[in-house]
Each structure stands twice: as C-alpha cells, then as structure tokens.
C-alpha cells in the first residue's frame, strides 16, 4: 500500500511541476528569440525559466552583480505569482485521489508523501540552476515549500478543520486586504499620470510591455500588503533607510516599476483614520465571536497576529541591489500594530457596552 501511494504521488509531484515550469520555459523561450543573444545558448532562457519557476515559489536568490560582482539579494517576489503552483499542486492532489479510487483513508498518507517529494524536487531544481552569478537558496526551499503543499492539500479530499477561531481571525484580515486593495485600485487611478511616466521610462516594447504588465499584475498583492501597512501606521519601505507613512515620509528616489507610481508624495496625518477602520474591524471581530466565548475570541486575535506575520515576511524583501534591500512592511512592525489594534477595538466592543450601562 505505501508502495502504491508513493509511486502516484511522485507520478503526480512530476506532472504539478511540468505543468508550470513547461509554459514558463515557451515564454522564456519567447522572450529570449524576440530580445537576441550574443552566445546563442539556448540553456540560458531554459534556465531563467527555472529562476522564474523557483521565483513564484518565493525561494530567495543570492547575486553576484555585473561587471564588478558585488553581493545582491532577492527575496521581494511576486506573492501573486504563488496562484500558479497552488493551482498545479491542487490538481496533483485531485489526480491522486483519483489514481487511488477515492480512498481517503489514504489521503493523509498522499498529503504527506506529496509535500515531501515536492520539497525535495524544489531543493533538487533550485542546487542544480545555481551559476557563479545567480544562487537560489536551495536549503530554503523547505521553509517555503512544506507549508504550501500542506495548507494546499488540506482542501482537496475530506478536509480539515481548522475550528472557528481560524475562521474569524482569517476572515479579519480577509477583510482588511479587501478594503486595502479597493484604495490601492484609488489610488492608482489617481495618480495614473506618474504610472504612465514609470511605464514610458522603460520603454518596454510590445512583448516586454506585456510581461511588464504580468509582472505588475503579480506584485499586486505585494502592494495591498504595503497599502495596509500604511494606512495601519506601521508603514513601509521603498528603499533602505525609507520610510512611507502617514506620519513620516522618507523617500528619495523610487525604481521605474509603475505600480510604484501609486505611491503617496508626502506626510498625510488624514490617512491616520486607517487606525480607526483597524480598530473598528478588531471591535467587528468581537462582536462575531462574543456570543461565542472569550476564548474564541483570543484565539481568533492569535490567528490573525500570525496571518498578519506570514503576510509581512511574504510581502518584504530585497531587491537586487543593496540600496533596495530594504522593500515592503517591516516584519515585526505590521504584525504589531495589526494585532495592538485589532485588540483594543475588541476590548472597546466588550468594555465600553459596560461601561456605558453603568
């Protein structure tokens, strides 16, 4: 029987990776015949497909800079390029709960099996496409990868239940991301002038104007991370020693990606009531889990505190060079004020209804 279930899943393992990596390497491949080579190697953009693939997966890369090879890093990736591995990692998993007659007493079993084999394909790939310029971390492929795979499989069969705590402290910060990216979609309608400006300076051309525009896309999610971290007080950074807030604005220059053009241009002490909506949605979350019980309730503030963790060391990083190695929200300060002010709106909503009865 596990020599059964361990055949399938590295059959399925196998599929979920070329069904990603295959359409990556055709528009690697694209791209590279539209822009020439001076050697003609054809390993070049296979390779940089498999940078790509190793990218969308937030495996970080360790750089050695042309022509006078200094040190880079980058860990600021796409989180919106992580749909297309959970999309083919999902598939894998339903295959093979077909391949194994719906069996799912099996299932644990196949979850287990297939994240092990996917981690270790993804350390594989990542130690065998290091060059003398470009590293990927092939031993922090793990810290990325079991989690995924795990949160991933755990929809696919009987699923799991996290409980209700995990319920409410996820939808939470569902809710703010929502309300985060309606004003980032504001604010890039509002300052379209300065995102067509970035757009023009790169001079693009029609393919790379379209994987510009891809690309932008991706780092989507990243900016709605950054946008609720401004308007929650911690802010955020666009450069080492930056700093972008409604209470301070420390920005000199920005690099020409246009979803940068969105961007506010200076203090703001109005974008404070953010706090407020933060505080508000904590005294929301109160009032779901009260007739519950107040053990709910912390577990739920638990849950989103470490959501909100995950969010911010996803949604920062370096970029490259060592005067972007600083990008995003700060891992301990978002966190920190997610949680602080979710947890005084709940404690508003239980204390001051006393409060006023008295």
């Known amino acids: ?92 998993l339903i295959r093979t709960l077909d391949r194994l007659d719906h069996d799912t007493s099996l299932m644990p079993l196949a979850r ?82 300065m995102v067509k400006t970035l757009t023009t300076v790169l001079e693009p051309g029609i393919l790379g104007g379209l994987l510009l525009l891809l690309l932008n896309i991706l780092y989507i999610p990243n900016a709605v991370v950054a946008t609720l971290g401004y308007f929650s007080g911690a802010g955020f950074a666009v450069g080492t020693g930056t700093i972008v807030a409604p209470w301070s604005f420390n920005l000199n220059s920005i690099p020409a990606f246009p979803l940068l053009g969105a961007l506010p241009t200076g203090e703001s002490l109005v974008s404070l009531v953010g706090i407020a909506a933060v505080i508000f949605t904590g005294a929301l979350l109160a009032s779901w889990t009260m007739a519950l019980s107040t053990r709910i309730l912390v577990q739920s503030l638990l849950v989103a505190a470490v959501i909100s963790t995950a969010i911010a060391f996803a949604g920062s990083g370096a970029l490259i060079t060592q005067s972007m190695s600083t990008l995003g929200v700060s891992i301990w300060k978002f966190p920190l004020s997610i949680a602080a002010e979710l947890l005084l709106g709940a404690v508003l909503a239980l204390y001051v209804p006393r409060l006023w009865k008295r």
């Open 112 to 193: 287990g099996l297939f994240a092990l084999q996917y981690s270790a394909a993804v350390m594989l790939l990542s130690y065998f496409s290091s060059t003398t310029t470009i590293k990927p971390l092939w031993y922090m492929a793990p810290i990325f990868i079991l989690p995924l795979v795990l949160v991933t499989a755990a929809t696919v069969g009987r699923r799991l239940t996290f409980g209700q705590a995990a319920l409410y402290g996820s939808r939470v910060i569902a809710l703010l991301l929502g309300i985060s990216s309606i004003i980032l979609g504001v604010s890039i309608f509002t300052h379209l002038h």
């Open 1 to 92: 029987m596990f020599g059964r279930v361990l055949g399938t899943t590295l059959v399925q393992v196998v599929r979920s990776i070329a069904y990603v990596l295959l359409p990556t390497s055709f528009i690697a491949l694209l791209a590279w015949a539209t822009a020439g080579s001076a050697t003609g190697n054809t390993g070049d953009p296979l390779r940089a497909a498999l940078w790509i693939w190793l990218g969308a997966h937030q495996v970080p890369f360790d750089l050695l800079l042309p022509p006078a090879n200094l040190a880079g890093h980058l860990s600021y990736l796409p989180m919106g390029a992580i749909v297309f591995p959970i999309l083919a990692i999902r598939a894998g």
